[in-house]
């Protein structure tokens, strides 16, 4: 992982977003102690979603609406 001072960091802010786009993370410093990380935007995974919601419907047209307190009851099951 890189790491680059904040002053550094503010003149060559282009090029550290361009190696972050290509995957690369970066520490920036202030006065050598970290201050921030820079990283990537994960990717979603659009699959990975729609199958999950159609998983939350299809589970709903099985059992129905659920009330807030059996929401909450089922959330609160086996805790002490």
Do not use: C, W, Y
């Amino acid at each position: 992982m890189q790491t680059i001072q904040a002053s550094e960091a503010k003149t060559k802010f282009l090029r550290i977003l361009d190696d972050v786009e290509r995957g690369a993370s970066v520490i920036v410093t202030r006065h050598g102690k970290p201050v921030a990380r820079i990283s990537p935007e994960p990717e979603i995974n659009r699959e990975a979603v729609q199958r999950a919601t159609e998983g939350m419907r299809a589970l709903r047209k099985r059992i129905g609406k659920l009330s807030l307190e059996e929401i909450l009851s089922a959330r609160d099951e086996g805790r002490a």
